[in-house]
């Protein structure tokens, strides 16, 4: 039997692999990626399967049986693209595919729920049996903006005292593989997020108490904090996205309190307090 996993050189992607060769032969993987000479070093098979070129798609899906479709990262593009992807893998006869969707995607807030909301329509349409993870926010989100914060003296942010069940990437990971070398599936939606939800404010007290710094969270207006990101720099469509997401959280659209995460990977979630660690090691 066949893996295909999309998205392989990305983060998500390489943990997946690296945790799925320790549970199944390498020669049973296949990398779906956009430039296979970056997955030389995953020790698997890699085709090219760009999302951007839908004539890649056909051969790149050729004899795989079970595709993780781990979601594009061009917000905008997204339900062209996945619509290719599910279109591909029904003539190659996939038959079975594992989407990464977003926590609570048929209700959420969150701007970018609407592409994962049409792609969970597709897959529904396209009559392949499927299983959706919807995942929550990575932690490694939050704690990228830590260097900036300790730079700056505090956190901001728009998600007022919002809370967050976010999760380690690694066990999102975890997680997809233990669905896909397992049994009893299909047909499934998870809700995936950490067992323990924290606000931003806990974020910064979190930090303040690893560093030994007083760092505290400084909450903003939606547009006060998109035009914040705009001046560092950012691209002003994404800085607004980033502002809205923030927004949502603060409606508990990244709270869960399900624990089907840690039910599916048979252990609790990576704590908040020992990614901040992990962050602050590499600042």
């Keep these: 039997m066949k893996i295909g ?32 000479q970056k997955a030389a070093d995953l020790g698997v098979e890699a085709r090219e399967a760009d999302y951007n070129k839908p004539e890649t798609l056909d051969s790149a899906l050729s004899g795989i049986d079970t595709l993780l479709f781990i979601s594009g990262s061009e917000a905008g593009k997204r339900a062209k693209q996945h619509q290719d992807v599910i279109e591909a893998a029904k003539k190659a006869g996939v038959r079975w595919i594992v989407y990464t969707s977003l926590l609570h995607a048929d209700i959420s807030k969150i701007s970018l729920a ?7 329509a597709a897959l ?50 975890e997680a997809a593989v233990a669905v896909l070398t397992g049994e009893g599936h299909e047909g499934k939606v998870y809700e995936l997020a950490g067992d323990e939800a924290f606000t931003l404010s806990d974020l910064a007290a979190e930090v303040s108490l690893q560093t030994g710094k007083a760092i505290p969270y400084k909450n903003m207006s939606q547009d006060e904090y998109a035009a914040t990101l705009a001046s560092f720099g950012l691209p002003e469509g994404l800085a607004q996205a980033i502002a809205g997401w923030d927004a949502a959280a603060a409606e508990d659209a990244l709270y869960d ?27």
């Design 114 to 120: 609407g592409e994962h909301r049409a792609t969970e």
């Design 5 to 36: 996993i999309t998205g392989a050189t990305g983060h998500l992607g390489r943990l997946v692999i690296d945790k799925l060769k320790g549970k199944v032969s390498a020669d049973s993987l296949v990398a779906l990626v956009r430039s296979p």
């Design 124 to 173: 529904k349409e396209a009559g392949i049996p499927y299983t959706l993870l919807r995942n929550g926010w990575y932690t490694e989100n939050y704690a990228g903006s830590i260097p900036g914060a300790l730079a700056a003296g505090a956190f901001i942010g728009s998600a007022g005292e919002g809370r967050i069940s976010s999760a380690a990437r690694a066990d999102y990971a």
């Design 257 to 283: 309190e399900s624990r089907q995460l840690s039910a599916l990977i048979g252990r609790p979630t990576t704590p908040l307090s020992e990614t901040v660690a992990e962050t602050l090691k590499g600042a």
